[in-house]
């Protein structure tokens, strides 16, 4: 048993097995490092650097983010500043990461100029990391010890820099997160509760992407407690990023049975390039047994492929006639509701694009995203999308027969009709629609 503090939240059980990962965490937490975050194109963001690091305006508020190795944040408002929130924080590190891979020259160069003292041999490490790029330089600076985690085993660095981004470890607790840092990465793990033996260890070496973030970490060290998975992983030479992606999607968890998620882990390791299944993608397939677990048409977990393959394949009549969540009421000459799956499945076959996939119908069965099909001399896909019940309508996407734009005229009269329903944005530039797809 390892001895010491262990990071907030954490409720030891003296039985490790009985304990669930994905529980061990507030998960109010993970609300500060995944808030809805703009878009920067839709800011108008403009960077500028200062002579100690670089200046960002949001709205009201102008953030002053200092050059690496400090890389402190403060806020300014109406002459007053205060250090920045760790939320604002995470808004702040999402911006700056789109700035760092958007196509705007000079808004790069000064986002580089702000980490321009990083060694290139810790930021091509922390490349991979994608989103997670600025918050990792920041525990960097702060934790040094973290340096030996990125060359032995960056994917357990990402574990950790999430720990520390949610506020799982707090400031008493990094004292004794240095020294396990400088001890065995095997008590490390356990420490963080994460894994149990040193199998985990080697795995994580093994890992070829970490641009996770910190409930899909916890979903996939979740998916390799189990013994079925543990086995299939430990004779992989390497685990590629389309494992680690289907292990971090949480639905399978109660989708599949261990032995039915190795069987797909071997499946995906022995032929990565054709995951297809009877001509469904693997991943099309385990969203439409969710549906069919949610909707108690399947009242247990899957126990093989064999076993999914045969339910997907006998059973898809099943729910086309659940009814979709409506959206609100938009009065324009043409344009119907899109009601049931069956209508929705049929909307993708008829205008050949891929609306008619799980991903949209799982969204439109949990109200997330409403569908309308606009019939005439031009016939398009219109979407909204909310992100909750009590957040507005507004516009996700519209397309046209395989994807086709719309002419401007029909998307003025629609944004007219859509502002009038009451959708929150309406249908914005061609330039923006150019760069959205069904």
């Known amino acids: 048993m390892v001895t010491g503090a262990t990071p907030a939240g954490l409720c030891r059980r003296s039985d490790p097995r009985s304990s669930s990962r994905l529980r061990l965490f507030p998960r109010g937490d993970l609300a500060l490092v995944r808030p809805v975050i703009p878009r920067v194109e839709d800011l108008e963001l403009v960077p500028h650097c200062i002579p100690d690091g670089l200046e960002v305006t949001l709205g009201n508020s102008t953030y002053r983010i200092g050059r690496w190795p400090d890389m402190t944040i403060f806020r300014w408002q109406n002459g007053a500043g ?3 929130t760790l ?36 930021h091509v490490a922390l490349t991979p990391m994608w989103a997670h790029y600025f918050a990792a330089l920041q525990w960097l600076a702060q934790l040094p010890e973290l340096c030996a985690l990125i060359e032995s085993s960056p994917a357990l660095f990402a574990v950790v820099v999430q720990y520390l981004a949610v506020g799982a470890i707090k400031p008493e607790q990094i004292l004794d997160l240095r020294s396990r840092l400088l001890g065995r990465q095997r008590d490390l793990l356990q420490w963080l509760e994460f894994g149990r033996c040193e199998a985990q260890c080697k795995i994580l070496r093994k890992c070829s992407a970490y641009g996770f973030d910190y409930d899909e970490w916890r979903a ?19 685990i590629p990023g389309h494992l ?37 993608h693997l991943q099309e397939m385990l969203g439409f047994a969710s549906l069919l ?36 009421l938009i009065e324009y000459q043409g344009l119907e509701p899109i009601s049931t799956v069956g209508e929705l499945i049929a909307e993708g ?18 109200g997330k995203t409403c569908f309308y099909h606009l019939s005439g001399a031009t016939e398009a896909t219109l979407s ?7 957040v507005s309508w507004c516009l996700d ?37 150019q760069h959205r797809h069904l």
Not at 248 to 275: I, M, N, Y
Request: proline residues 7%.
């Open 82 to 84: 205060r250090p920045a």
């Open 244 to 280: 680690l992606y289907f292990l971090s999607w949480d639905e399978p968890r109660w989708v599949l049975t261990g032995a039915a998620k190795a069987e797909c882990l071997a499946f995906l390791l022995h032929d990565p390039d054709q995951p297809y299944v009877d001509g469904m």
């Open 87 to 122: 939320r604002e924080k995470a808004i702040v590190f999402f911006l700056l990461n789109d700035l760092r891979l958007g196509k705007a020259p000079t808004a790069r160069r000064c986002v580089y100029d702000l980490v321009r003292n990083v060694p290139l041999a810790i």
């Open 220 to 238: 996939i060290g979740h998916a390799w407690s189990d013994p079925a998975v543990l086995r299939v992983l430990e004779h992989a030479t390497f």
């Open 293 to 328: 677990r949610k909707f108690g048409v399947a009242r247990h977990p899957f126990t093989s492929l064999e076993a999914l393959r045969l339910a997907v394949a006998s059973t898809s009549h099943d729910i086309s006639e659940l009814n979709l969540q409506p959206g609100p």
């Open 384 to 390: 909204l999308k909310r992100e909750g019940p009590d």
């Open 349 to 366: 076959s008829r205008m050949s694009h891929c609306v008619g996939a799980m991903h949209y119908i799982s969204r439109a069965l949990r």
């Open 397 to 433: 996407e519209i397309r046209g027969q395989a994807n086709q734009f719309l002419p401007e005229p029909i998307l003025s009269s629609l944004s007219i009709a859509m502002k009038r329903g009451g959708v929150g944005r309406a249908i914005p530039s061609r330039r923006f629609l």
